[in-house]
């Protein structure tokens, strides 16, 4: 789950449907767990999946993956062979531990929310205020916004260009971290105020992209291609 919570009666719909087909229900909380909560996006949800596998927040920056499930789903590990080059290694381990402490007693997940929905409403008031059209979506600790435009890529790789001129190493999107407070916040959209006249003075224009030092973002993963 990374952009909206689903409609009501869809995870319930899914657990009917894997029960009626004799199918094991797996959900991907590699992005989502830790972000809402201590834990995975399904207990929040209130769906019980047979497995949840778990990565990137469990582990806060060091490599950590984890897969739980129920006993008689997990068992069937016991008949199968698993090996790893470096399953000696622990760090991984002792990070999510370490992790999963400090948010549980932090309450992280209601901090996250709080950071990324502040974010959310000062991206609204702005795109307001300097009457540019964009699309805000994701779940608060995971915020994002798309500039509605037929050069969106040129505006969002302008974006970046002229608030690094302001001193943040931003994009069009906004992953929430305990270590950010109001006063950062703040700061940030401050220089998001300072930054959409000179895209509204790339768009009137006519031509955007003469304004860009470097080149137009690129579309999902070609850059991998």
Request: glycine share 10%; aromatic share 10%; hydrophobic share 45%.
């Amino acid at each position: 789950m990374l952009n909206e919570h689903p409609i009501s009666g869809f995870m319930e719909g899914v657990r009917k449907l894997s029960d009626e087909a004799g199918a094991i229900l797996i959900v991907d909380e590699i992005s989502a767990a830790f972000r809402m909560n201590t834990g995975g996006a399904h207990l929040v949800l209130g769906m019980d999946p047979d497995m949840a596998v778990f990565s990137k927040a469990l582990g806060n920056g060091y490599p950590m993956a984890a897969i739980i499930g129920k006993g008689d789903v997990m068992e069937a590990a016991q008949r199968s062979f698993i090996s790893s080059t470096y399953w000696t290694e622990r760090i991984g381990s002792v990070a999510a531990l370490a992790t999963i402490k400090k948010h549980r007693k932090y309450d992280v997940g209601k901090h996250l929310t709080k950071i990324g929905q502040a974010v959310q409403n000062g991206w609204r008031e702005l795109f307001k205020k300097h009457e540019i059209k964009a699309h805000i979506g994701g779940i608060p600790a995971m915020s994002h916004f798309t500039f509605d435009h037929e050069k969106a890529l040129v505006l969002k790789a302008l974006f970046v260009q002229a608030m690094l001129e302001k001193g943040f190493l931003a994009t069009t999107g906004f992953y929430a971290m305990f270590a950010h407070q109001e006063e950062h916040v703040k700061s940030y959209l401050d220089a998001v105020d300072q930054v959409l006249p000179f895209l509204n003075e790339a768009l009137s224009s006519g031509n955007p992209e003469n304004f860009l030092i470097g080149q137009p973002a690129i579309s999902g993963f070609k850059r991998l291609n």
